[in-house]
């Protein structure tokens, strides 16, 4: 399938983190997920795009 959005499983990590007072950390995946978001080159089917789950998400880790 590799449709899933995985923004709000990251971003609830983001909240773990934060929780844990890793806030360096914390900002660093928020800043990456809405910077890939922001793009647009890579954005799932619900955000209007065609990129899988695993692309998505490649491009999130490239820019970390």
């Given at each position: 399938?590799?449709?899933?959005?995985?923004?709000?499983?990251?971003?609830?990590?983001?909240?773990?983190?934060?929780?844990?007072?890793?806030?360096?950390?914390?900002?660093?995946?928020?800043?990456?997920?809405?910077?890939?978001?922001?793009?647009?080159?890579?954005?799932?089917g619900?955000?209007?795009g065609?990129?899988?789950?695993?692309?998505?998400?490649?491009?999130?880790?490239?820019?970390?």
């Open positions: 399938m590799n449709l899933a959005n995985p923004t709000a499983l990251l971003l609830s990590a983001v909240s773990m983190l934060r929780h844990l007072n890793l806030h360096d950390k914390a900002d660093r995946i928020q800043d990456v997920v809405l910077k890939t978001i922001a793009e647009g080159k890579y954005r799932t619900d955000l209007g065609k990129s899988t789950t695993t692309e998505f998400t490649n491009a999130i880790c490239d820019h970390i």
